[in-house]
């Protein structure tokens, strides 16, 4: 089999991954659970020159056991999971995957990313290859930490921040982004379910969520405050860089004083199982109202310090980041048809390296050696 699965082929990412694929002539079958939906996603926009006039071939599975047992049955050569709560429904999909499919995703955060990761060793034994993180947040920051420790010996600090400058749709939040927020870090080592993370003396420790916070001045001028989150980034940015002490940070963090007062109190309700799945449902049922992108460009930034002080810090300049978070995958899919991955689970930069971003229309500034300033 040669075919590309999208599950969730009806979705915000997995229309857009649809057409980036078919942009680098790769037409990709969408799986869902809706026939009527995915006859609609099927028939969608077409970028020029794309072909594909018969629209594409559609699967209809019911539920996320039904899609495993399609991938186990039909064996499509790889299958882009963007169906989350990742935690979730990673398990199941790699499973189905490892035995014939290479699997990739789009999770950030901590608890999905480190699970597949987890099962390098049974994708290395089968030959398939697993890619978690395929979005925006992980890619951006990890490929300009294996940028700047590229031919460099370990370093002691990193701090990754990324800074999305998103269009939103009108629509609910969905599930599954409800989900990812409220279920926290279930399994993750180093502390409890409703904290942060980061990373002390190589092993991941507890951290306050939206702490450590910055005033970031990005390249382009404008400011904008990060703070830390425990996403996906945290653990890309310490394998990539092999460093002791890691703080990822976002944008996106509740970073006020007021914000971080209440956190502790708010967390610690989500720690009982039915408030969680009453917050759960109402999150999921909240509705976006559309909004342009707040900036040009989507950042991700690190700085990076080695034990003899020396310190380097970069940036990644991306467009719309949810526009690169489906550049991502539909590249990493080509690389996967054209041989060029390798058997185990990866981060995206950790299995491609830098060039991937550069691929996705990302573009370097790295910043002069030497400058004295702490990472975190
Ligand atoms: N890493 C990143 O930068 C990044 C960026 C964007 C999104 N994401 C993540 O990617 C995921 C998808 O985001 P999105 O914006 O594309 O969401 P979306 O528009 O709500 O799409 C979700 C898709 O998943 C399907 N789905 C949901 N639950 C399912 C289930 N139990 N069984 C089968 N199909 C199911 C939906 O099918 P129906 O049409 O049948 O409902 C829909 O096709 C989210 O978890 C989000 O957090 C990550």
């Known amino acids: 089999m040669t075919e590309v699965w999208i599950l969730g082929g009806t979705g915000r990412s997995g229309r857009a991954i649809a057409a980036e694929l078919l942009r680098r002539g790769i037409g990709p079958v969408l799986v869902g659970r809706d026939a009527g939906r995915l006859a609609e996603a099927a028939a969608g926009p077409r970028p020029a020159g794309a072909g594909a006039a018969g629209g594409l071939r559609t699967v209809v599975a019911g539920s996320v056991a039904e899609t495993a047992e399609a991938i186990r049955r039909e064996r499509p050569a790889v299958v882009v999971n963007t169906i989350g709560p990742f935690i979730e429904t990673g398990a199941p999909l790699l499973e189905a995957c490892r035995p014939s499919s290479h699997y990739l995703d789009l999770a950030n955060d901590l608890a999905a990313v480190a699970a597949t990761l987890g099962r390098s060793q049974a994708f290395t034994d089968a030959g398939r290859t697993a890619v978690t993180g395929a979005g925006f ?66 092993r991941l420790a507890p951290a306050r969520l939206g702490g450590d916070p910055i005033r ?16 996906g980034e945290l653990m890309a940015a310490q394998r990539a860089s092999g460093a002791a002490d890691v703080v990822a940070a976002s944008s996106e963090a509740p970073s006020s004083p007021l914000v971080r007062a209440v956190l502790p109190a708010a967390t610690a309700l989500l720690a009982i199982g039915p408030v969680r799945a009453f917050a759960r449902r109402r999150l999921a049922a909240v509705r976006f109202t559309a909004r342009p992108k707040p900036r040009e460009h989507s950042w991700g930034h690190a700085v990076v310090q080695w034990p003899d002080g020396s310190t380097r810090e970069g940036w990644l300049r991306v467009g719309e980041a949810q526009a690169f978070t489906a550049a991502v995958p539909a590249e990493v899919v080509r690389r996967l048809l054209d041989g060029e991955g390798k058997p185990g689970a990866y981060t995206p930069a950790a299995l491609f390296g830098p060039g991937l971003a550069e691929s996705c229309g990302g573009e370097y500034r790295l910043e002069e050696p030497g400058l004295a300033r702490r990472p975190h």
């Open 137 to 202: 947040g992980v890619t951006a920051t990890e490929s300009v930490v294996v940028k700047l420790c590229e031919g460099r010996p370990a370093p002691r600090r990193v701090r990754v921040d990324m800074v999305p400058s998103l269009v939103v749709e009108a629509g609910a939040v969905g599930d599954a982004l409800a989900g990812t927020i409220v279920e926290g870090l279930p399994g993750v080592a180093g502390g409890g379910r409703f904290q942060g993370r980061r990373y002390r003396g190589g």
């Open 216 to 231: 970031l001045v990005l390249p382009d001028g404008s400011t904008v405050t990060t703070a830390s989150m425990p996403l």
